[in-house]
């Protein structure tokens, strides 16, 4: 009867029918008052959302105290119930270190097995040739099950010190359950989620790990196997800054090994680390492809809003934001989407609005933090900005955005000294990031050491083009470059920069004016007018550009003296064969302040770009005041 009572509970709990799993268990449990059916009928109640009445159940006999599994979900219940203080005095504060096992130590044992066995094998021929046993004395004795449900605890001691902002401690419970149980995802992923440790720490743990304690149908070959397939998998979580020559290794093991090519886990980490090399469309096309099978994977979403609003698809982040905001309300990511369109198309209040709305359905939700931040940034108000950001920064202290943000803003307020410490801080933290590169450049060239200015600007584009970014993301830290090496009193190649920059069809009158104020370096009036006027027609009101262009003129009218001194305007008559053109041309180089009046008003390019922040042009031994490359922030 006992058997038949547990295969019925077991059977209506495969199907979700709890009411039935309850009543059978609650019978099974009469007859047998067995703490595992017990345990069960908790179970039950605990899938019904019914916390309290599964604690008064696993109080009953004291249960909660003599079985570690009737503890760990007890404490389960009280984190469901926001009752984190009860949770933690269930659970105790301390951690199981004793259970903790190295892999170091996981392979003396082997060797030390193996050696004894391949020994003992001389005398006897069925003797195993690698077997496995436990890799820790403390663990010998330690039911597996219960070593489970051990590290279990510690991630929920974890989820508790989170709840308080305790990250340090949660950070060490997390770390603690994944080296007790190389197997509890959920305190890794926890790790990596809230960007708890460096990108560096990151792969150090990993090392750290033993995954050698898999066990599988004791068997070593397949538990070898399984070991490595889960080392494999982890490697796919982690950062993808430090190291995408083992990330590409491991993606493409599981891809055509496993046949997990289209795994939307796998196809996730390809598109955050597309995300981080600036590669937008390709990003937006593997995330298209997991959200066309399954349209409300949460996990996918963020990096997917982030590539449509980088390519500027208002249209489609319009109806994905109607479609999870009217279909999933209680999902943060849903406001998320709205936040995210909003903030596209330019209203910053309401983007703002929902992003604290997610970030209050979520308090550990990043992207929403970072979206609210921005919002402020946005407006120009730096002292809010520079205040949410510092929370994220607070909360996620394993990345360096929140970091180099702070800098960002520190840096448009010309605070230099606190926008170089909180750019060290990031660059600690990564070290490959272009848009960083980028910043601690623009921070270089203010304070006027332009070659370190200039060797920042070249290792973030050549990174960049070694990552295969998008073209355009690298305008800004071209046109950055170019005006380090205009101060510098490199002009050849900062007017070679410069071409580059205007080719990519970039139409910004600053751009215009830095290129003509190069070439009036050089002697090159006639060609800086050209320039100018090109800048006059995008900006007709421009106030650098006329300037320039007065003085331009001055110097022209001087040369062109000069040619028909030396007899080269009659050369080139003679040359054209049209003497009329060559005297229209003439009178055109005289008159060319009344042409400027005339210019064409051109359209401004006036695309926000995330990886922008331009620097000013600081001239004024010659003009007493800067030009500024316009900058605007992801």
Avoid at 150 to 177: H, I, P, W
């Amino acid at each position: 009867m006992e058997r038949y009572l547990r295969d019925w509970r077991q059977e209506a709990l495969n199907r979700h029918q709890y009411d039935t799993a309850i009543f059978v268990a609650d019978k099974l449990l009469a007859l047998t008052n067995d703490d595992n059916d017990a345990y069960w009928l908790a179970q039950a109640h605990f899938s019904t959302g019914n916390y309290n009445r599964t604690q008064a159940l696993l109080a009953r006999g004291n249960l909660t105290e003599r079985n570690v599994h009737c503890r760990y979900l007890s404490a389960h219940c009280s984190i469901k119930l926001g009752k984190v203080e009860d949770a933690l005095q269930m659970l105790g504060d301390k951690n199981p270190t004793h259970l903790i096992t190295t892999p170091n130590s996981a392979r003396q044992k082997l060797r030390h097995v193996d050696v004894n066995t391949r020994a003992g094998a001389r005398h006897n021929k069925t003797a195993p040739r690698n077997e496995r046993l436990p890799t820790s004395e403390e663990r010998d004795g330690e039911d597996m099950a219960n070593i489970k449900s051990e590290a279990g605890m510690c991630y929920l001691r974890g989820v508790c010190f989170a709840t308080q902002n305790s990250f340090d401690r949660a950070k060490d419970c997390y770390k603690t359950a994944v080296q007790v149980d190389v197997q509890c995802f959920e305190a890794f992923d926890a790790l990596m989620a809230n960007s708890l440790m460096s990108p560096d720490e990151e792969w150090k743990f990993l090392e750290t790990l033993n995954f050698d304690s898999i066990n599988v149908a004791n068997n070593a070959s397949l538990s070898q196997e399984a070991a490595q397939f889960t080392k494999t998998l982890y490697t796919t979580r982690l950062s993808k800054y430090t190291k995408p020559e083992e990330f590409a290794s491991a993606t493409e093991t599981l891809s055509t090994h496993y046949n997990l090519g289209s795994n939307p886990d796998i196809l996730l980490a390809k598109a955050d680390l597309m995300f981080t090399h600036c590669r937008f469309r390709d990003t937006l096309a593997i995330t298209t492809s997991v959200l066309d099978t399954d349209k409300f994977n949460f996990n996918v979403m963020p990096v997917h809003l982030a590539s449509l609003y980088e390519l500027g698809q208002k249209n489609t982040l319009f109806l994905l934001a109607h479609e999870l905001a009217d279909a999933n309300p209680k999902e943060p990511c849903a406001w998320l989407a709205v936040g995210v369109y909003y903030l596209a198309i330019g209203h910053i209040a309401e983007a703002r609005r929902f992003f604290s709305k997610a970030s209050m359905m979520d308090p550990h939700f990043g992207p929403a933090w970072i979206g609210f931040a921005h919002t402020f940034a946005a407006e120009g108000e730096h002292d809010q900005a520079i205040s949410a950001y510092s929370t994220a920064a607070r909360l996620f202290q394993g990345t360096h955005l929140p970091q180099l943000f702070l800098g960002m803003q520190n840096l448009q307020l010309n605070n230099l000294a606190l926008a170089r410490e909180y750019l060290k801080t990031a660059y600690d933290l990564c070290e490959t990031d272009p848009l960083l590169l980028n910043e601690m450049g623009v921070v270089h060239y203010n304070e006027n050491h332009l070659s370190e200015a200039i060797a920042y600007f070249r290792r973030a584009l050549s990174l960049s083009i070694q990552n295969e970014a998008e073209p355009d993301t690298l305008i800004s830290t071209r046109i950055n470059l170019a005006q380090a090496l205009r101060k510098a009193e490199q002009y050849k190649e900062a007017l070679e920069v410069f071409d580059h920059v205007l080719r990519q069809g970039v139409k910004d009158p600053n751009v215009f004016a830095a290129k003509a104020l190069t070439l009036m370096e050089l002697s090159r009036h006639w060609d800086a007018v050209l320039v100018l006027h090109e800048a006059l027609a995008v900006s007709p009101q421009d106030p650098m550009a006329t300037d320039l262009l007065t003085r331009a003129l001055d110097a022209t009218s001087d040369d062109g003296a000069l040619l028909l001194e030396k007899g080269k305007v009659m050369d080139m008559m003679e040359d054209d064969g049209d003497i009329e053109e060559v005297e229209e041309m003439d009178r055109k180089i005289m008159k060319l302040r009344e042409i400027e009046q005339n210019s064409v008003a051109g359209r401004r390019d006036g695309r926000r770009r995330r990886h922008a922040q331009g620097m000013a042009m600081d001239d004024a031994s010659q003009f007493g005041e800067s030009m500024v490359v316009d900058s605007d922030e992801g």
